[in-house]
């Protein structure tokens, strides 16, 4: 078998699944091939195992407990696995081949390649990660079962970023799916307010493993409440037909644009704006987002002056990314909610207007490979609003021009109503 064979085979192994893929790389290099005839032992309980051993083809019988009723239990298929190194614990039995079977074997002196502190790096503790790669690290805490948190530093609005539940989620569908099949579409939905501070379980079900594709639902769970449901489909890299009819506008090049913090800046010192907004923008809490932005087109609008529905400006992650194209895609969907929805309300703004936005679907087309430590053009338009909700699609280019994702949002839009006046007594 070629590497790239194996490291498709180790992809469906549900115990590598947490694992980032450039382990998974190293174990396809280190594994032995071992074959057997019906009726070998495998292993004895009374011998040391050389290894953790993963079925490839055919099936093996654990021959202990015997007095088990339901035998079915116990036969071992492929993708199964055995042998030391799994965890703590080590549990010897008679392993039986049951017909001709063939195992690939991981040596006991690699089972440290098991072990990792991040489901996205083999090489790099979690805390020296960038921000964003911290937001999306999860917790595996059982077999398609992970955690998530809501970190100190993270964008967060008084409830769970959206942008948040969508990486994660997405990262946690990403990890139960053969490393080569990667995400190409997913749709989203938001039912219910998360809180910032207690974790987010994330539940996925595998609705299909097929050769090419995989589909996958995950829920999002607080408090015992579904709040949040995405559908992925991912797909196996393969040759076909390339074209590409939409054009990157006409912008200005990143490295000439203002950073977030140098247009606070300007805008606390801006004498065209009002004193009272200065104020307002001097005196706000400022935390930096783990995505650092620049729009093509800075001006002097503040939140209640109407403008056109649409806007583009680059963005990127702060700080170098791992390799994993999984995690540059989740990395994407994070950012890709960071301003969206607001794009309906531009031409509807006006002095003293209070609102609510909240989004209700996301949906995102993966068309290329990128990387979202490079900079990516997100050129977004509201073609419409109507009653309480507004639509808004969105491209993202790379600098060479290619459109590498497409995406939708609908978004619930509100006024917000008036606190109702206080009731004070009359004597």
């Known amino acids: 078998m070629n590497t790239e064979s194996v490291v498709e085979f180790l992809g469906n192994v549900p115990l590598l699944q947490k694992l980032p893929g450039s382990s998974l790389r190293k174990i396809a290099e280190v594994v032995v091939l071992k074959r057997y005839v019906k009726g070998d032992y495998v292993v004895r309980e009374d011998q040391a195992w050389d290894g953790c051993y993963f079925i490839l083809e055919g099936e093996a019988q654990v021959s202990e407990p015997a007095e088990e009723e339901n035998r079915s239990e116990f036969l071992l298929k492929r993708y199964d696995y055995f042998g030391h190194g799994i965890s703590g614990h080590v549990y010897s039995a008679d392993i039986v081949a049951m017909s001709e079977l063939t195992c690939l074997v991981l040596p006991s002196g690699h089972c440290r390649l098991l072990e990792t502190n991040s489901i996205w790096q083999s090489d790099t503790a979690v805390e020296k990660c960038s921000l964003v790669e911290r937001i999306l690290q999860l917790d595996p805490l059982e077999l398609n079962i992970f955690r998530g948190i809501t970190l100190p530093d993270a964008p967060k609005f008084g409830k769970v970023f959206g942008g948040q539940f969508v990486g994660q989620a997405l990262a946690a569908a990403s990890k139960t799916v053969d490393f080569l099949k990667i995400v190409h579409s997913l749709h989203s939905y938001f039912l219910l307010v998360g809180d910032i501070d207690i974790p987010i379980i994330y539940q996925v079900h595998r609705i299909r493993d097929g050769n090419n594709f995989a589909t996958r639902r995950v829920d999002a769970v607080q408090k015992g409440n579904v709040i949040f449901i995405l559908f992925a489909s991912f797909q ?6 390339d074209h590409q009819e939409s054009i990157m506008p006409s912008v200005p090049d990143p490295d000439t644009l203002l950073s977030l913090e140098e247009l606070r800046e300007r805008r606390i010192t801006d004498p065209h704006l009002p004193r009272s907004y200065r104020n307002k923008v001097a005196t706000a809490n400022f935390v930096p987002w783990p995505i650092e932005i620049r729009f093509c087109e800075p001006n002097n609008s503040t939140n209640q002056t109407p403008s056109p529905p ?5 963005f990127r992650a702060k700080g170098k990314l791992s390799d994993d194209q999984a995690l540059h895609r989740c990395v994407v969907a994070f950012a890709s909610d960071l301003i969206f929805a607001g794009v309906s309300l531009n031409p509807h703004r006006r002095k003293g207007l209070r609102s609510s936005a909240l989004s209700l679907d996301h ?39 290619e459109l590498v994702v497409s995406l939708t949002q609908e978004t619930l839009l509100r006024e917000a109503r008036p606190p109702k006046p206080s009731i004070t007594s009359k004597l």
């Open 310 to 314: 649409r806007l583009r400006y680059w």
């Open 236 to 241: 196996k890299e393969q040759p076909g037909f």
């Open 363 to 401: 949906a995102i087309w993966f068309h290329r490979p990128l990387r979202a430590d490079d900079w990516l053009l997100y050129v977004t338009v509201s073609p419409t609003a109507h009653a309480t909700r507004g639509f808004v699609t969105g491209q993202m280019f790379n600098r060479k021009g």
